[in-house]
DNA sequence: CGCACAATTGAAGCAGCTCAAAATAAGTGG
DNA sequence: CCACTTATTTTGAGCTGCTTCAATTGTGCG
């Protein structure tokens, strides 16, 4: 595999750069890949996982399921996102991670991680930086559940995922494919599919967006930001801290916050 | 500053051994000690900071504000706990944290922990793992706010306090200081104060609580625990993982999961 | 073509909100 | 230790954003 189509180096390449040896490393992590089909768990409630899934292609999202049969969806995977590095420091999943679309995913084996952490430090630090992330996006949408309303939490959902896609080229022009139903949509936010239904008409209604099947086009951006309450800093794009430009000088990231 | 009271090594330790030479680094961080009041940020919205803080004393939280001015609180931050991390690594806090008591709080310099880091991988996985489970309880809080009704997020969370308190010793058999207002648990369960306010006379009525002040009393845990549709395993306590336990033979944290 | 899933619409219900005011408790200065 | 002020808790009552239930329409696909 090309260093430049890795896409876990492209990953962590938004934060810090990453030295040819480091490249070369995490090069060798890309060897098992595996086809799961829709609606499958890549990592089920209680399991024990010895490797990480990295997502290469398609969707998927962490959830738990309530006493009563409710689902909730704890965030949205894209391509390019590992998706259970919690497993690996954790041990036993305190959730599950299913396939929202069939996926193509990496097997990277917990061991691997390991040894690469050990002895590098530094990319470590580049892997832990990537699960604060998912975290800043767990208490976005923890805020937006509790405090917003039904419309501003779509609004504010569809302008998320159409940065986090932009940032893996997952997009073109204003557009982007959002494979995921309604109901789906509903777990996400924690609403109910009815009520997902009518809010997306009415962001239609309004001229914010269009839907047409799975592909969303954003007809007015700030607008939709703006119905969102969308401040876009909780993902940490194209930014590193002083920590990390104190240990690697001489690489900028490209930054594109013209938002 | 004795081992023994390093909460930094308390807290680290439950989740793996800590070597006499890494306790010894981990005294030599806890020497700036500050008071902070009430209600007062220990780290703004925006703000770079350039320290970690320890809570040795009091209770704060990560609040975020939207848009209408209502306050989500995000988690809870207790004794024990090193509260921004975040701001290690992202840089830019994207929430605040406040305290809700008068606190007793130890400032890391990013600096000593980057050398940490980098010298004792196996400090910073530990500290990383410690990010998990604050991300483990996000996604628990998330799962409540958006799916469990008023009375079993009431409960849950104060089930996940007795545990979290209980860890730190800060319980006597079934009771426990919880002193915050009924409009800070609304911030943080996304009620409003008035209903919160309801539906702990609902949790008392029925006999699974006892409140005077600030003091909880759980007269029914396994009831509570019902009521709150609580399962401990996403804090993870007194737990290791496959990998932490290949790295550390011999030494097995105590367990005390008979809940 | 027809099945199965997804989106849409209508209508009624309710969990939790808001507003407003009273009752307690917790400070605070004298 | 009291009197006064301020914060917090508690209660009542009306309202609403979202849910639930149920049915209809659309759509992808073997």
């Given amino acids: ?21 480091e490249k070369r490393l995490l090069d060798g992590l890309l060897n098992r890949i595996e086809e799961v089909g829709r609606d ?34 704890m965030s949205l995977q894209i391509p390019g996102d590992i998706c259970d590095l919690q497993g690996f420091l954790l041990g036993r999943m305190d959730h599950a991670i299913g396939t929202l679309t069939p996926c193509r995913v990496a097997l990277i084996p917990h061991t691997a991680i390991l040894d690469l952490t050990d002895t590098h430090p530094r990319l470590g630090r580049a892997l832990w930086r990537g699960t604060l992330i998912d975290a800043a996006v767990f208490r976005e949408w923890m805020v ?16 998320e995922i159409k940065l986090r896609l932009e940032a893996v080229g997952l997009t073109e022009d204003d557009s982007f494919d959002l494979p995921i139903t309604q109901a789906e949509l509903g777990d996400a936010l924690g609403l109910s ?10 962001l239609s209604g309004t001229g914010l967006i269009v839907i047409r099947g799975a592909k969303i086009t954003i007809r007015d951006w700030q607008g939709l ?19 990390e430009r104190h240990l690697s000088r001489g690489h900028a990231p490209s930054q594109s916050d013209a938002l």
Avoid at 227 to 242: A, W
């Fill in 1 to 21: 595999m090309s260093k430049a189509s890795n896409p876990l180096i492209r990953h962590l390449e938004q934060f810090g750069s990453v030295s040819d040896e």
């Fill in 40 to 73: 499958q768990d890549l990592v089920g409630y209680g399991e024990q996982p010895s490797d990480c899934k990295l997502i290469l292609e398609g969707f998927a999202c962490r959830y738990k399921i309530v006493e009563g049969g409710k689902r909730q969806i």
């Fill in 144 to 159: 937006g559940i509790g405090r917003r309303s039904a419309a501003t939490r779509v609004a504010h959902l569809l302008c």
């Fill in 193 to 202: 599919t009815v009520h997902i239904n009518r809010t997306l008409q009415e």
């Fill in 225 to 243: 930001k703006r119905k969102g309450d969308f401040d876009p800093s909780y993902l940490h794009q194209g930014r590193r801290s002083d920590i």
